[in-house]
T-cell receptor, first 113, second 113 residues
Framework: SQTIHQWPATLVQPVGSPLSLECTVEGTSNPNLYWYRQAAGRGLQLLFYSVGIGQISSEVPQNLSASRPQDRQFILSSKKLLLSDSGFYLC????????????FGEGSRLTVL | DQQVKQNSPSLSVQEGRISILNCDYTNSMFDYFLWYKKYPAEGPTFLISISSIKDKNEDGRFTVFLNKSAKHLSLHIVPSQPGDSAVYFCAASARTSGSRLTFGEGTQLTVNP
């Protein structure tokens, strides 16, 4: 069966520090991978998605970047965090032939102080 | 531009009664709709979906209704149980946009014993 893991689960970082959130998927090949952020009153906002290794699409301009160094690994990064980067970040995957259902990781709570 | 909207941020119902969560969308290209359920500090989990070729889909206590002409869908939970208390997200996708999901803002459902 397929599983998705992301870490760390919680992170408290000072403004200006770097960020790295990691997500891995097991039990499937060539998944579509996604990073979402949950913000109050705005639901789940799509930040990045990837259809393959090295292929990253950004949905909104921001202080973050994403990379996909391996087929089942998706990394969310920042060189210098802003206060506004605080939030709940969710990684998700979808099979290539799937109609649209996403499977989400456990989420990572980031607090920037 | 919020293409998927859940206008009620919260809903409170009595155990055993019906819960009705509503969702409106603006993009006429959306052809697949999903509901996700989310507990605090966890990733969303898929609940039920409906394709645009249908107007109703039922799974146990959960039924989703789709009114394409009104661009409106709703999730009915009957009977409601205290364990149903969670945030419910409506999501929509279009084949023309690679089936990426667009989420609503979420509705916090509280089922009182």
């Amino acid at each position: 069966s397929q599983t998705i893991h992301q870490w760390p689960a919680t992170l408290v970082q000072p403004v200006g520090s770097p960020l790295s959130l990691e997500c891995t998927v097991e039990g499937t090949s060539n998944p579509n991978l996604y990073w979402y952020r949950q913000a109050a009153g705005r639901g789940l906002q799509l930040l990045f998605y990837s259809v393959g290794i090295g292929q990253i699409s950004s949905e909104v301009p921001q202080n973050l970047s994403a990379s996909r160094p391996q087929d089942r690994q998706f990394i969310l990064s920042s060189k210098k965090l802003l206060l506004s980067d605080s939030g709940f970040y969710l990684c998700a995957w979808k099979g290539q032939m799937n109609t649209g259902e996403l499977f989400f990781g456990e989420g990572s709570r980031l607090t920037v102080l | 531009d919020q293409q998927v909207k859940q206008n009620s941020p919260s809903l409170s119902v009595q155990e055993g009664r019906i819960s009705i969560l509503n969702c409106d969308y603006t993009n006429s290209m959306f052809d697949y709709f999903l509901w996700y359920k989310k507990y605090p500090a966890e990733g969303p989990t898929f609940l039920i979906s409906i394709s645009s070729i249908k107007d109703k889909n039922e799974d146990g206590r959960f039924t989703v209704f789709l009114n394409k002409s009104a661009k409106h869908l709703s999730l009915h939970i009957v009977p409601s149980q205290p364990g149903d208390s969670a945030v419910y997200f409506c999501a929509a996708s279009a084949r023309t946009s690679g089936s990426r999901l667009t989420f609503g803002e979420g509705t916090q459902l509280t089922v009182n014993p």
